[in-house]
């Protein structure tokens, strides 16, 4: 069974510009997280997608921002990019039925903004 | 507030020794989860265990153990006869669930370095 796969693997971008980073959770999970891996700065909650709909974000401006479709995919915009943005961009999915079930994450997008 | 405390920043051991690795945490909730995620060098956090709090049975796979202990609000991983492959940061999560909203809060990793 296939795990989560997130795309790009590695993406370049310049200062102001917007990069958008995609996900596959794994099939038959509803919902869809992100975290931003800064360097210094650990595991940062996003935001989280179930059903598709925003069911909750983290501390970030509202410039992160994203969706999740039908087939319960996602996709992260981060817009007007500031050099801070450079992260590893870690995408996550579990099934929401149940409490306390474990979270799986992808191999994550490493965005630099230069 | 939910919060993951590791304190070992970073450990370098030789081949074949054991190290522990230490994780404290802080919550209200009476009932949480709690997990530890391996991180090797490409980036992908791969699942290693989950615990309820309801379940302070210790446990043993292979070379991995964990010991949970409420008394202490601890989860500490243990490795035994490490080995080179065993490389990589270390995290420990505890869920957070408020009004059916879920997520993890993740302690700040501790980098485990294991020398040939």
């Known amino acids: 069974e296939a795990g989560v796969t997130q795309s790009p693997t590695h993406l370049i971008k310049t200062r102001g510009q917007q990069a958008t980073l995609r996900c596959s959770p794994i099939?038959?999970?509803?919902?869809v997280y992100w975290y931003q891996q800064a360097l210094g700065l650990g595991l940062q909650f996003l935001l989280w997608?179930?059903?598709?709909?925003?069911?909750n974000r983290g501390n970030f401006p509202p410039r992160f921002s994203g969706r999740q479709f039908p087939n319960y995919s996602s996709e992260l915009n981060v817009n007007a990019l500031e050099l801070e943005d450079s992260a590893l961009y870690l995408c996550?999915?579990?099934?929401?039925?149940?409490?306390?079930?474990?979270?799986?994450f992808g191999e994550g997008s490493w965005l630099t903004v230069v | 507030a939910q919060k993951v405390t590791q304190a070992q920043t970073e450990i370098s051991v030789v081949e074949k020794e054991d190290v522990t690795l230490d994780c404290v945490y802080e919550t209200r909730d009476t009932t949480y989860y709690l997990f530890w995620y391996k991180q090797p060098p490409s980036g992908e956090l791969v699942f290693l265990i989950r615990?309820?709090?309801?379940?302070?049975q210790n446990e043993i796979s292979g070379r991995y153990s964990w010991n949970f202990q409420k008394s202490t609000s601890s989860f500490n991983f243990t490795i035994t006869a490490s080995q080179v492959v065993d490389s990589a940061v270390y995290f420990c999560?505890?869920?957070?669930?408020?009004?059916?909203?879920?997520?993890?809060?993740f302690g700040s990793g501790t980098r485990l370095l294991v020398r040939p």
């Open positions: 996550a999915s579990r099934l929401r039925q149940l409490s306390g079930n474990t979270i799986y």
């Open positions: 999560a505890l869920s957070e669930e408020v009004d059916s909203s879920y997520k993890l809060i």
């Open positions: 099939s038959g999970h509803t919902s």
């Open positions: 615990r309820n709090s309801f379940d302070e």
């Open positions: 997608y179930d059903e598709g709909e925003e069911r």
